[in-house]
């Protein structure tokens, strides 16, 4: 177990603040240029699709935290709805929305239905935005924590990164595959850096500056097999912030519930790799994508490398996002 000296050591050395500027709020998004983004789009080379985002239902992976809840789906308008007004009358349903959907659906065959839905904004496929965590009363950047209010994130929002898409090259690390795990990475072996330079050497790719590195850990193809959100798995050892840092990635998406090993490794401390990647470094995370489809494929042709679209819903001041990020070959 790390001490906080060691941790602190470490986020002295990761920290990215005014890197891009004193205002800056897009971090390691700023690896991500034209060229780079041109360079991704060179990768597709036969239109073969991979949508990793995963279902947003009721019976999405939320249950390890009593704080969050899956995803409730509501119809506000519906053929039922028609049919009440049509066969029943809008007599009996005099308020104002009685008189105006009977009005759109009295006498007229063209029809529609209205959903409604309510939700944690990390239920499933997220984006954490950058306002996310912080420690120090600090955000990215030496934002005061306190611009953070029941209003929304003044500073890091999840709005404030969309000028970048998110589009660019990602690379596949399959942990599972190298592991030769049966469907999961189980709890109590978190991944080294040392581990993410043997696999990418072993699948024959390299990271580097704004890409997206993709970490398979099969806890989602397990969760689908046991219906378990709470089940613990091995993510990544906080000390592969280093690692992300000294590679100039732009993000680090996973496929488990927090991207990171869910045991902190540093005394005293809970999720210490969030608070260097978001927090000192700028850069964000992604959780819950599904990348087994992905992992298949690249396991069949070899190639690990692809152009990855990932854009955020622009929620104002949010400090996550929902997303169905789409790789393609
Ligand atoms: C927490 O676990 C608090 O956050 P995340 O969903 O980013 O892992």
Redesign the pocket.
């Known amino acids: 177990m790390a001490t906080l000296t060691e941790f602190r050591r470490v986020a002295d050395g990761v920290r990215n603040w005014g890197r891009w500027g004193a205002a800056d709020e897009l971090g390691t998004l700023n690896f991500i240029t034209p060229d780079k983004v041109a360079h991704a789009a060179s990768l597709v080379r036969h239109g073969r699709v991979f949508p990793l985002g995963v279902d947003f239902g009721s019976s999405g992976p939320q249950g390890?935290?009593k704080f969050?809840h899956n995803p409730v789906h509501v119809m506000t308008v519906d053929g039922g709805d028609a049919r009440t007004l049509t066969e029943y009358g809008p007599k009996w349903l005099r308020n104002s929305v009685g008189r105006e959907l009977s009005a759109f659906f009295e006498d007229n065959p063209f029809r529609f239905n209205d959903d409604l839905i309510i939700m944690p904004l990390?239920a499933a496929t997220?984006w954490?935005a950058l306002s996310?965590?912080y420690y120090d009363d600090h955000l990215y950047n030496g934002f005061p924590a306190s611009s953070v209010t029941s209003l929304g994130a003044y500073h890091c929002g999840i709005d404030k990164v969309d000028g970048k898409g998110i589009t660019t090259r990602a690379v596949l690390l399959d942990l599972v595959r190298h592991r030769r795990a049966d469907t999961f990475l189980a709890a109590g072996d978190p991944i080294t850096p040392g581990e993410l330079d043997e696999v990418a050497a072993a699948q024959g790719v390299d990271v580097g500056r704004g890409d997206i590195v993709l970490i398979r850990t099969g806890w989602w193809a397990r969760f689908l097999e046991a219906g378990d959100g709470t089940e613990p798995y091995s993510g990544l050892d906080w000390r592969c912030a280093t690692w992300l840092h000294e590679r100039e990635v732009a993000a680090v998406a996973a496929d488990n519930?927090?991207?990171?090993d869910p045991v902190s490794g540093v005394d005293g401390t809970?999720?210490p790799l969030?608070m260097l990647c978001l927090r000192d470094m700028g850069l964000m995370?992604g959780?819950y994508w599904d990348l087994t489809a992905l992992a298949a494929d690249c396991a069949a042709d070899g190639v690990y490398e692809f152009q990855l679209v990932a854009p955020p819903l622009r929620v104002v001041g949010a400090v996550?996002s929902p997303v169905n990020p789409i790789a393609i070959k």
Do not use: I, S
Not at 257 to 260: G, I, T, W, Y
């Open positions: 390890a935290f969050r990390q997220q954490d996310h965590v519930l927090m991207v990171e809970f999720l969030h995370l959780e996550g």
